[in-house]
C-alpha cells in the first residue's frame, strides 16, 4: 500500500470540529463579511493566551496576570508586521534594523513604506538576531546617516527565541521601538511569557502550515488601548465617524473576515496540544539522530529562559557528509516552488545562485521528496536575496552558513510517531 506523504505541518482541525462549527454559526447568521462575531471571539482568546504567563516566571516579581495586551486580528501576518511599522512612524527614507535570517514578510513590509531594510546577522546559539551586531549597526547608522533606524524587528526562526532581555535592553538604550516577529513562534516563551508580548507591538501568523491556523490570518499585539484603536483605525481603510465615508489619513482593507476567525476559535481549543506535539516531536528526532554522523539536530539553549515551540525541526548536515544522487544535485532547473507555494509561476534561467545550499543538503531534499516526505532548505538570508542587494547589512556570517547546511523536517500534529520513525530511516537510507 502506498504510504501518504508527509508534509512539514499540515493544518489540523480539532476533533471536536469546532472550527466547522463556527463557521456554520457564521453562514447561519450571514455574518460572512469581515469583521462579527467569530472575529470578536477570536481576539478575546488570543488576549486571554498571550497575557498569560507560565511557570516558574508566574511566581517571580509578577502579579497573576501582569500583562493587558489587545490584539487585532487581521488578514495575514504580513499585515501585520507593515500595521505596526506605520505605527512606529516609519517613512520613506527611513531605516529599520532587521533579522536577516527570515522569511521575506519580516522585511518587504519595510519596503512597501520606502524605507530600507538594515540587516542583522545571527547569534550561533539560536540562529536569531545577534545583539551584538544589532548595537554595531545602530552605532554605525547614527553615524553615516545622522539618525537611528525608526524601529527594530527580530524574529523567532522556526518558533526559537530571540534573546529578549539583550534585544530589549539595547532597543530601551536607543529608545527604538521593538517590533517582535512571533508569526513563527506562537506560543514560544521566553522566561515563562509569550513572544510578541515583550516589544511595542507583537507578529503573529495564522497560514495554513503555522502552529494553528484561520486558512490566511495574522494578528496584531499593541500595548495599550490607544495603540489598539490606532492600528484598528488603519486596518479598516482609516474611515472616520460620520454618516458617509471620511478618511484623513490612508488605511488598509486588513481586518480579517469572520468565516476565517471561526476557524481560529476552533483551533484555539487545541492550540496547547498543537505545541506539546512540536515539542514531543523534536525530542524524537533528537533521540533518534543522535548517534546519526553528520547529522545535527538544532535545539533550543539549556539556560533555562528558552521555551520554543519548535514549529519546524531543523538539522544541519555536515558538509562532507555523502547522500545518495548527490552527483546530480542542482543539475535540473525546478519548476515551481519547493513546497508548492501558491502563485510561484515564473521558471528560473538556471538551477544554481551564488548563495544556495550545499550539494549533499539538496540530494537529501530530492532523496525525501521521492520518499514521500516533504524536506526543505532553511530559509535564505535576506542579505543575499538579489532584491535586497543594496541594502545595508551587518554580517558574521553566520546565517549563510547555517544556509549552506541546514534543512526544515515535518514537525505538524498529522506526523506521528510512526512517520518520525520512517522520516529518520530514510535519511540513514540516503547517507552513502
Known amino acids: 500500500m502506498e504510504r501518504k506523504r508527509i508534509y512539514l505541518c499540515l493544518a489540523h482541525m480539532s476533533d471536536a470540529g469546532l472550527e466547522q462549527k463556527y463557521i456554520q454559526e457564521a453562514f447561519d447568521t450571514n ?27 508566574r511566581n517571580e516579581d509578577r ?29 520613506p527614507g527611513d531605516e529599520v534594523c532587521v533579522q536577516s535570517f527570515t522569511f521575506c514578510a519580516s522585511s518587504h513590509p519595510i519596503t512597501y513604506l520606502g524605507a530600507t531594510p538594515v540587516f542583522i546577522d545571527s547569534e550561533k546559539d539560536t540562529w536569531n538576531m545577534d545583539p551584538e551586531l544589532l548595537e554595531e549597526a545602530i552605532k554605525d547608522r547614527i553615524a553615516k546617516t545622522g539618525k537611528k533606524p525608526k524601529a527594530i524587528v527580530p524574529v523567532a526562526l522556526y518558533g526559537m527565541p530571540y534573546n529578549v532581555d539583550r534585544i530589549m535592553e539595547i532597543a530601551n538604550r536607543y529608545d527604538i521601538p521593538v517590533v517582535e516577529d512571533a508569526a513563527e513562534g506562537f506560543g514560544s516563551r521566553w522566561k515563562g ?53 471620511q478618511h484623513e489619513k490612508i488605511g488598509y482593507n486588513y481586518r480579517m473576515s469572520n468565516i476565517c476567525a471561526g476557524i481560529g476559535r476552533g483551533q484555539m481549543t487545541v492550540v496547547n496540544d498543537h505545541i506539546a506535539h512540536h515539542k514531543h516531536v523534536q525530542k524524537m528526532y ?7 554522523p553528520g547529522i545535527k539536530v538544532h535545539a533550543q539553549p539549556s539556560s ?13 548536515l555536515d558538509p562532507s557528509l555523502k547522500i545518495k544522487g548527490q552527483e546530480n544535485a542542482y543539475k535540473t532547473i525546478v519548476q515551481g516552488a519547493v513546497g508548492g507555494a501558491a502563485g510561484v509561476i515564473h521558471v528560473a534561467d538556471s538551477a544554481t545562485t551564488d548563495c544556495q545550499p550545499n550539494d549533499n543538503v539538496e540530494a537529501l531534499r530530492v532523496f525525501m521528496d521521492q520518499a514521500g516526505v516533504e524536506a526543505r532548505p532553511v530559509w535564505k538570508p535576506m542579505h543575499k536575496q538579489p532584491v535586497y542587494k543594496h541594502c545595508p547589512a551587518y554580517v558574521n556570517g553566520v546565517s549563510e552558513a547555517v544556509f549552506r547546511v541546514g534543512m526544515c523536517l515535518p514537525a505538524g ?15 540513514k537510507q540516503a547517507i552513502e
Open 31 to 57: 455574518w460572512v463579511v469581515p469583521l462579527g462575531p467569530n472575529v470578536n471571539g477570536f481576539e478575546a482568546d488570543l488576549e486571554s493566551f498571550v497575557n498569560e504567563i507560565a511557570g516558574q516566571a
Open 286 to 292: 533528537e533521540d533518534l539522530l543522535a548517534d546519526v
Open 63 to 91: 502579579n497573576e496576570n501582569p500583562l493587558n495586551k489587545r490584539v487585532v486580528a487581521l488578514s495575514a501576518g504580513t499585515a501585520a508586521v507593515h500595521l505596526a511599522l506605520i505605527a512606529c512612524g516609519v517613512k
Open 413 to 427: 500534529p498529522y506526523v506521528s510517531d510512526e512517520d518520525v520513525h520512517y522520516i529518520v530511516d530514510c535519511i
Open 304 to 316: 533555562g529562559e528558552y521555551d520554543s515551540n519548535y514549529w519546524l525541526v531543523t538539522i544541519t
Open 193 to 245: 511569557q509569550v513572544l510578541g508580548t515583550f516589544g511595542k507591538y507583537g507578529v503573529l501568523s495564522f497560514n495554513g502550515n503555522k502552529m494553528i491556523t484561520t486558512s490566511g490570518g495574522g494578528a496584531l499585539i499593541t500595548s495599550n488601548e490607544d495603540e489598539w484603536r490606532e492600528i484598528m483605525m488603519y486596518a479598516t481603510q482609516y474611515r472616520e465617524s460620520y454618516p458617509y465615508y
